[in-house]
């Protein structure tokens, strides 16, 4: 199953690469066998075939043969504290979970199942066990802390880039549906319950359109409007959104309703198009907790 510390030794010195026995370890060493720790074997050697070509130098060479597939799925699946959590980790932290010792096919597609899955997979070691089934989980060691710097936390990134984007395509669609689902979807990834004030949803849309020419709280039309997203070229559709916060639930519809009529009373769709825009579509956002409602308003 891998190489124990005499076998790495006796590699190591081999071929004159003693010296780097304590590199090999921090890197490739931490895996158990019952009571027995060992190396990665594939990496060990790649990393002496290596030493020989050109020079000793170490690097993650498992993230060069694993796909990682069923992590980026569970990382599509994910919420925030998943993210957290792997930021913990990547603290040389730990964290505590349930770990299921046999995971069948079936049982991989279920988010409850990642950590189980990164210990049965080796992305994760056990430091300690808790009672039966409970784990006390740690990295194993820098090419697999690697991985996670380099691409899980990567895919974290680019699956919530893709989000957004969608978020921005389905509102130039006028597609309230898709917008709403999205949206509701990144809340859900990235809010507390906490986070229940109108001036907080405003910044969380801000972030939501970084890499958009966006203008926020600036007078316009016959008001200071809340957000507008203005297309790269003037022949494309500009949005205008305006936000409330609403005090429960049953208040969405008709706070959302209420930010359309703003937008509408203060001129805000006109004042887009007095600046050369040739569409522009506008909608209310209303919010409470991890729900939205959007609703739409076009120029008569």
């Not at 010195?13 to 890197?27: G, H, P, S």
């Not at 090419?143 to 969608?166: C, G, L, P, R, W």
């Not at 921005?168 to 990834?189: H, N, P």
Request: aromatic share 16%.
């Amino acid at each position: 199953f891998g190489f124990t510390q005499q076998e790495v030794n006796e590699l190591l010195n081999e071929y004159n690469f003693l010296e780097q026995k304590d590199e090999v370890k921090e890197w490739y060493d931490g895996y158990l066998f019952g009571s027995t720790e060992i190396y990665n074997p594939w990496s060990v050697l790649k990393y002496v075939l290596k030493a020989i070509q050109s020079k000793p130098e170490p690097e993650s060479f498992w993230a060069n043969t694993s796909s990682n597939e069923l992590v980026v799925n569970y990382i599509k699946q994910s919420d925030q504290v998943l993210h957290d959590e792997f930021e913990i980790l990547m603290q040389g932290k730990s964290i505590i979970k349930d770990i299921k010792p046999e995971l069948t096919y079936r049982d991989m597609d279920n988010i409850n199942n990642v950590y189980s899955f990164l210990l049965l997979t080796g992305y994760l070691k056990i430091k300690r066990q808790v009672n039966k089934y409970t784990y006390e989980l740690i990295i194993p060691n820098k090419e697999v802390y690697e991985i996670y710097h380099q691409s899980f936390m990567d895919y974290f990134t680019e699956y919530k880039a893709s989000k957004k984007n969608k978020f921005v395509e389905a509102l130039k669609q006028e597609d309230i549906v898709q917008a709403s689902t999205i949206l509701v979807s990144l809340m859900k990834k990235s809010l507390s319950f906490y986070d229940n004030y109108e001036s907080f949803y405003h910044g969380f849309l801000l972030g939501l359109l970084d890499n958009y020419q966006v203008e926020s709280n600036r007078e316009f039309g016959d008001g200071r409007l809340d957000i507008v997203i203005y297309p790269e070229i003037f022949q494309d559709k500009a949005i205008v959104i305006e936000c409330k916060h609403s005090k429960n639930a049953d208040y969405l519809l008709k706070d959302s309703q209420e930010a359309i009529k703003q937008i509408h009373d203060n001129h805000y769709l006109e004042g887009v198009l007095e600046k050369g825009y040739q569409d522009v579509v506008g909608y209310g956002i209303s919010f409470f907790k991890k729900q939205c409602y959007i609703t739409k308003i076009n120029i008569n």
